[in-house]
C-alpha cells in the first residue's frame, strides 16, 4: 500500500535564484534533464520543473525552452512530472499558463493568491553578478506583487480541468487555504488534493515551527482526510522543516528553486545532494519513500502515459 510513505519532490531550477549565486544551479535545457532525473534516481517521485534562457538563465516560460527537457525526461524516467504555472512574478499569467496548457502534465503547480515576493535580502549576500539582469531582477522585487488573482486562479483551473491536469497547491499564508476552500467548495478542486506550504520566503508565512503547525492545523480542519500534505522551506529552512513535516505525517519539497545550500555554508552541488539528505532523513525515521507510481496513487494522477510530450 502507498498510503503513509512520503512523497519528496524536487524543484530543480525555479525562477528565485540566479545563475551567479551557485555554478549547480540549472540553466540550460540538458542541466534541468539531468538534474531532474538524478532527483528521481535519488528517491524523489515529483519533479517540479521551470525553464530559463540557457545563455542568460532568466525565466523563459515558452513552451519552447521546456520542450526539450520534458521529452528526455520522460524518456529517461518514470518520475511524475509537474509544470509550474507559477513561471516568474515578472510575467503575465497568459505566459505562465502556456506551457501546463501545451504539454498537459500529470501535475502543474498553483499559487493561491497575490503576494509581495521579496528577493532583495539577497544582494546582502551576493555581490557580483554574471549577468545584467541579476541586479535589477532582484532589485525589482522591493515592489514588484506576485499576482495571482481570484480570476487567475480560476483561469488555470478551468483551462486544466479537461486535460485531467492535477495541482500542487502553493500556499504561502494561512489565507492561501482559504481561498483553496473556496475554489473546493465550487467544485473546481477536487480531491484529493495536495497543498504545498510554503515557509521562510519574506511576504509569506514565517518559518518557525509554529508556524508549521498553524497551517497543518489549519489545512485539517478546512479539508479533513481530502487533502495530503507537503513543505518547503526557504534557505536553511529546507531541512528542518521537512524533518518536521515528516514527523506530522506529511511530505517534503526541496530543490535548488528552495535552497542553495547543502548544509551551513555548503552549497549543494545538485538537486540529488538534497534529495539523498532528505530521504535519510524519512528512513532515520523508520519511513519509507513513495515511488512515482506510489506517489500517483496516493494523488489520484492520470499517469505519465497521458501527457503531451
Known sequence: MASGK?????AVTGSI????????????????????????????????LHARDPE????????????????????????????????AATMTIEERLKPAATFKPEVASLNMGSMNFGLYPMLGRFKEFKHDWERDYLEGSRERIFRNTFADI????TTCAENGTRFEIE???????YTCAHFVER??????????????????IGAHPEDVMHMKRTADRLFGKDYRWSVLGAGRNQMPI????????????????????????????????????????????????ATPDEAREILGLKGGDKVEF
Open 17 to 48: 535564484h540566479t545563475p551567479s549565486m551557485s555554478p549547480h544551479l540549472p540553466v540550460t535545457a540538458e542541466e534541468i534533464a539531468d538534474a531532474a532525473i538524478g532527483a528521481a534516481e535519488a528517491g524523489a517521485a515529483i519533479v517540479h
Open 56 to 87: 542568460t538563465g532568466v525565466p523563459d516560460q515558452t513552451p519552447e525552452r521546456f520542450e526539450p527537457f520534458l521529452k528526455v525526461i520522460k524518456q529517461r524516467s518514470n518520475c511524475v512530472v509537474n509544470i509550474t504555472t507559477g513561471g
Open 154 to 157: 480560476e483561469a488555470i483551473l
Open 187 to 204: 467544485g473546481l478542486i477536487k480531491p484529493p488534493f495536495f497543498i504545498q506550504s510554503v515557509f521562510g520566503l519574506l511576504g509569506g
Open 242 to 289: 521537512a524533518m518536521q513535516s515528516v514527523m506530522m505525517g506529511g511530505n517534503l519539497r526541496v530543490g535548488l528553486e528552495d535552497s542553495l545550500w547543502a548544509g551551513k555554508g555548503k552549497l549543494a552541488e545538485s538537486n540529488a545532494e538534497q534529495v539523498r539528505i532528505a530521504r535519510e532523513l524519512v528512513e532515520r525515521l523508520g519511513m519509507e519513500i
Open 6 to 10: 512520503v512523497i519528496i519532490t524536487c
Open 171 to 177: 500556499c504561502y499564508d494561512i489565507g492561501h487555504l
